[in-house]
């Protein structure tokens, strides 16, 4: 159980960072200091969302080693 909900956290973080890179990436090439002020911003909220995904998986892996799963 807290395997396959770790599993579901982890998809939905994965799928975070690829939409915060993506609109990283898109506002870093629109003109402009406010744009990239914002995607600077968007480019550090991804290393955090990669940051917890790492952690999640850390986490399913500590669940299956002891609980089984």
């Known amino acids: 159980m807290a ?3 770790l599993t579901g956290l ?4 994965m799928l975070a960072v690829v ?3 993506g609109f990283g990436i898109y506002t870093l090439y629109r003109s402009g200091d ?3 002020s914002r995607s600077n911003k968007l480019m550090r909220l991804r290393i955090v969302l990669q940051f917890s995904a790492v952690v999640l998986i850390g986490l399913i892996y500590f669940a299956k080693e002891h609980w089984g799963g």
Do not use: C, G, P
């Open 34 to 36: 406010e744009a990239r």
């Open 3 to 5: 395997v396959d909900l």
């Open 19 to 21: 939409i915060v890179l």
């Open 10 to 13: 982890l998809y939905i973080a």
